[in-house]
Every structure is written in C-alpha cells, then in structure tokens.
C-alpha cells in the first residue's frame, strides 16, 4: 500500500482556517485519498475523500495537488470540537474497507 | 450514528483466561472489521469479514480468532489472553462501495493483567 506522511502534531486558534497536509509521493492512479479523524475518546469518524478534483462537504474541504503527490485537509473555522487527531489514507480502487491507518496529525485548538 | 455497538465496553481480565468481544450492527451492512489501538501504534487492523462465515486475517492477527455466524455480529476472541493485548478495540462496519465511509464503534478497552 502507498504511504502517507503527515505531521505528527499542530496547533490553530479557534475560528481560524486550518490547513493539515499529507504527502502521498508514492500514490498510485487508482488511489483514493480518504481523511478520518479521532475524537479523544472515541472511534474514528469520515471526514472526505477524493481522487483528483478537490471536494467540499459540510466538515471540511480536500485540495488535491494536480500531481496528486499531496493533498491538503482544509477545516475552514477551526472549533474546539475539531480538537482530534487526523488521518490521511490512501486506499486502492476507493472502497472504505481494509484502510490502514497511520499515527495521524494530532490538532489542537486553542480557544 | 450508524447502528453499531460493542460490548463490552470496560473488561479487565487475568493471563490465560478466554475473553469475546462482541460487535453488533443494525445497518445489514456486508464488512466488518475489528482493529486494536495502542498508544505509539495508531489502529491496526487485526480481523475482518465479508460475508457470513467469510473471514481473513488483517496486519495483527495472530492470538486473534473471529467468527461471524450472522450477519450482524462479528465476534473476536482471545483464546488465551496475554499482557500485551490489553488494548482499546474497535469494530467498524461499512457496505464496501466507495461511498460507504467506515463506521466505528465506541470501542472497548481491555485490560489483561
């Protein structure tokens, strides 16, 4: 499976824009780029992917670099419940099952 | 919230002693998946299903057995605890299309001292 390499931690201010990167040099043409993230205490939750074009839903926004080397993690107004740690995943053909999560971007938010 | 819970959700068993995790799910969904997390680790994937009574192994399976004798509940069992599976447990579930995100319970922390 390609890597990913991502951050280990960042900080944003509340209300601010946040941008989380992830590095996928490796990727494959039929990789999906699948973002997660992990509230403390709890299982992990969907957040967006995406394959070439960048992608909008209510939580946040996927840009996707045109070389698709790498691809950025936009949370445009940072709450305190964003507080979590974020995972970036490749996985190939798009399904969601069988992800292999990495250790992830720990966020951290202050108010 | 998908329909998915995990029981229990606390246990603290002895070395040597049989402990099952149960993973119930309401969505009739196909996959299911059953993952350890560990502090430095991140998730890993021990088990997963895709289909009744079809079942494979994932990234940590050894000490692991699974069952999945309908198709909303996937059982993992520790035949003989050991210390080093004391870990948080999630079970996750989802249909398998591309649309179909994972979905993950709120985990069970098992403690084998």
């Known amino acids: 499976d390609a890597k990913t390499t991502q951050p280990n931690s960042m900080e944003s201010n509340e209300e601010e824009p946040v941008h989380l990167p992830c590095n996928h040099s490796?990727?494959?043409?039929?990789?999906?780029i699948h973002w997660y993230r992990q509230l403390p205490s709890q299982g992990p939750e969907y957040v967006i992917h995406?394959?070439?074009s960048n992608v909008n839903n209510r939580m946040a926004s996927l840009a996707i670099a045109e070389d698709r080397k790498s691809s950025t993690l936009i949370l445009h107004r940072a709450t305190l419940r964003d507080a979590a740690v974020y995972y970036c995943i490749l996985n190939y053909g798009g399904s969601q099952g069988n992800l292999i999560f990495g250790k992830g971007t720990k966020l951290s938010v202050k108010p | 919230d998908a329909g998915i819970t995990q029981s229990p959700r606390h246990k603290v068993t002895e070395t040597g002693t049989p402990v099952t995790l149960r993973c119930h799910q309401t969505e009739n969904h196909r996959y299911m998946y059953w993952y350890r997390q560990d502090p430095g680790h991140g998730l890993r994937l021990i088990h997963y299903s895709y289909g009744v009574k079809d079942t494979d192994k994932g990234e940590v399976s050894d000490g692991y057995s699974v069952s999945r004798s309908k198709t909303e509940d996937f059982l993992l069992t520790l035949e003989s605890a050991t210390s080093s599976q004391t870990s948080v447990y999630f079970c996750a579930i989802t249909a398998g299309t591309l649309d179909s995100p994972l979905h993950f319970g709120n985990g069970t922390r098992l403690t084998v001292t």
């Open positions: 490796t990727i494959s043409g039929t990789d999906y």
């Open positions: 995406g394959l070439t």
